[in-house]
């Protein structure tokens, strides 16, 4: 209980840096950020009712405890884009890329744990070369290049799968049938190959590990069969690659922006891109501070887990 006691009050002053340092990255971009919503012969007395408006006359600290004190109370402020509550339309493409990342990264584990594992049990054989070269491939290719490809050759030649969009007609309310799915395929395809390559060399290298120990020696000589060796295998290795599944899916949740652009899918890396080249200094600022605190607790959740599985941490 203590562990975890302290795991979660170290978390609060990396929150409170994240939020700092999301802030004063989105205020130091050049350029002014009403530019999108103010006309080319806008006086100046329109310009400061609408610096007053969105509290740009005040100073960067001013802005920030502002900030600070109205997103603790779930108020991200407004779109200047489109003046709609900032927390509405971040939730809503939260909820968008945290299913996709979900989906792609189960896919990625689901094949990286079985590449690895098939790798760090036939080493240095034809398999663990097989296993090892899809890995390096995965972490290498570039998954918007991937997805580009995957547009041309399942959407524009095969016609089976629809290229961009999370439902029939471009609607982005999300139900679970098979018209919807089908949109989901490939830009979670796309994903879920660079986490695939990561995981399967993490786990080769450490399964090769994990039987190259003692107690693996130990127990063939005790008779125990293969499949109790693999279940200890995966008890030793289970923290590990639990503890790259949850760096992989933060990495996901933040660095969607290409693929979500690729594909069209109404999550926050597409939100992020409109954001950007908008100008949109609250919806920016809004939904980078929510994906990277998403990323914070889901790093404690993670090692929440993992001292449960593995009690040596907590001691160390």
Not at 16 to 39: N, Q, R, W
């Amino acid at each position: 209980m203590g562990f975890l006691l302290r795991r979660v009050l170290l978390s609060l002053p990396i929150m409170l840096g994240v939020a700092l340092v999301c802030f004063a990255l989105v205020h130091l971009a050049p350029g002014d950020p009403l530019v999108s919503v103010l006309p080319p012969d806008a006086s100046a007395a329109l310009q400061e009712q609408l610096r007053q408006l969105y509290g740009f006359d005040r100073s960067y600290p001013e802005q920030f405890l502002s900030w600070i004190w109205r997103a603790l109370q779930g108020d991200l402020g407004t779109s200047i884009a489109t003046n709609r509550p900032v927390s509405a339309e971040v939730m809503k493409a939260v909820s968008n890329t945290f299913m996709l990342a979900c989906v792609a990264t189960a896919i990625g584990f689901v094949l990286g744990a079985l590449f690895g594992f098939v790798a760090g049990y036939f080493r240095n054989s034809w398999v663990d070369r097989l296993a090892t070269t899809l890995a390096v491939v995965g972490v290498s290719v570039p998954h918007y290049w991937l997805g580009m490809v995957l547009v041309i050759i399942f959407s524009s030649q095969l016609m089976w799968l629809p290229a961009t969009g999370a439902g029939p007609g471009g609607s982005s309310d999300w139900t679970w049938d098979w018209e919807h799915v089908k949109h989901l395929i490939l830009p979670a395809l796309t994903m879920s190959v660079i986490p695939m390559g990561i995981i399967a060399r993490t786990l080769r290298a450490l399964v090769a590990e994990i039987l190259a120990q003692e107690f693996i020696v130990g127990l063939r000589a005790k008779g125990m069969t293969e499949l109790g060796i693999f279940f200890h295998v995966v008890k030793n290795a289970a923290p590990t690659a639990l503890a790259v599944m949850g760096l992989q899916l933060g990495y996901l949740l933040g660095g969607s922006i290409l693929i979500e652009t690729v594909f069209s899918w109404p999550g926050t890396g597409f939100l992020l891109n409109s954001a950007i080249f908008q100008r949109d200094l609250p919806l920016l600022q809004g939904t980078i501070l929510v994906l990277a605190l998403f990323f914070v607790v889901l790093n404690l959740i993670v090692d929440m887990i993992q001292s449960a599985l593995d009690p040596r941490i907590q001691r160390s």
